[in-house]
C-alpha cells in the first residue's frame, strides 16, 4: 500500500538530547514537509524539501535540521538547541506540481 | 503574508444536523490554492478537497460540500446530516502558487473541533 510511515509513533526524550524522527514515503512524490503541532493550535512549517539533497527553511527552523539523501526519505532531527520540543510533528509529501499534501500519522514527542 | 482564520473554535451538534465550519483567508497572490483536512482522534490529517482561485463553482461530494467565494475570501465547509464518525478537527490551510510547487507548503488556520452527540 502506498503511503507516509512516520516512526515511532510516540518518542520520549531527556533535556538536552539530539533525537530524530524518520519519515518515508512509497508515493513517488516529489515534495515533503515537516510541520509541527501544538494542543489546540494548527500546524507550523519547520523544514520542506521540493528535490533530493536541497530543503528550505520553514516559519519555525530553529533547533531542528533536516536531511533529504533519498526521494523516499526526509528525517528530521530536534536538537538540543530545541527549547520547547514537546509537540506532535507531521510529516508529509506532495507532487510539485498537482494534488494536495498527504500526511502520515505523526509522532508525539515528549521531552522529560 | 498569508493567513487563514477559523473563528469557530468549537462546534458541538446533534446527529442528523447540519453544520457549516468556516474559514476566511488573506492572501496577496492571485493564484493560490485551499484546502480542508479532517484530523480524527488518531492524528492522521486526512486530506479532503483542493481548490484552486480560479474555480470558483461549488462541489460536492456525498454529505460533504464547499463555498469557495473569491468576494468575501471564504471557503466554507458544510455536513448534511452530521454523524458520529465527524467528530474530528477540521482544518482549512492555504498555499500559495510560487510556480506551481508549493502543494504542500502550506499555512493553516487554528482548526475546528466538531463534535457530533448520537
Given at each position: ?5 512516520q ?90 506540481d ?15 | 503574508?498569508?493567513?487563514?482564520t ?22 496577496r ?9 479532517k ?10 478537497i ?36 465527524d ?32
Open positions: 500500500d502506498g503511503g507516509i510511515t516512526s515511532p509513533k510516540y518518542l520520549f526524550r531527556k533535556e538536552g538530547q539530539n533525537v530524530t524522527l524518520s519519515c518515508e514515503q512509497n508515493l513517488n512524490h516529489d515534495a515533503m514537509y515537516w510541520y509541527r503541532q501544538d494542543p489546540g493550535q494548527g500546524l507550523r512549517l519547520i523544514y520542506y524539501s521540493q528535490i533530493v539533497n536541497d530543503f528550505q527553511k520553514g516559519d519555525i527552523a530553529e533547533g531542528y535540521s533536516v536531511s533529504r539523501e533519498k526521494k523516499e526519505s526526509f528525517p528530521l532531527t530536534v536538537t538540543s538547541a530545541q527549547k520547547n520540543p514537546t509537540a506532535f510533528y507531521l510529516c508529509a509529501s506532495s507532487f510539485r498537482r494534488g494536495g499534501a498527504f500526511f502520515g500519522q505523526g509522532t508525539r514527542l515528549t521531552v522529560v | 503574508a498569508q493567513k487563514v477559523q473563528a469557530q473554535t468549537e462546534i458541538s451538534v446533534v446527529e442528523k444536523e447540519d453544520v457549516t465550519l468556516d474559514c476566511v483567508y488573506e492572501t497572490d492571485t493564484t493560490y490554492y485551499l484546502f480542508w483536512y484530523q480524527p482522534p488518531s492524528g492522521e490529517l486526512v486530506f479532503l483542493r481548490r484552486n482561485s480560479f474555480d470558483e463553482q461549488n462541489e460536492i461530494s456525498g454529505r460533504y460540500s464547499w463555498n469557495f467565494q473569491k468576494s468575501t475570501s471564504s471557503f466554507n465547509f458544510t455536513i448534511t446530516a452530521s454523524q458520529v464518525v467528530s474530528a478537527v477540521y482544518f482549512c490551510a492555504l498555499s500559495e502558487d510560487a510556480g506551481g510547487t508549493s502543494y504542500g507548503k502550506l499555512t493553516f488556520g487554528q482548526g475546528t473541533i466538531l463534535t457530533v452527540h448520537p
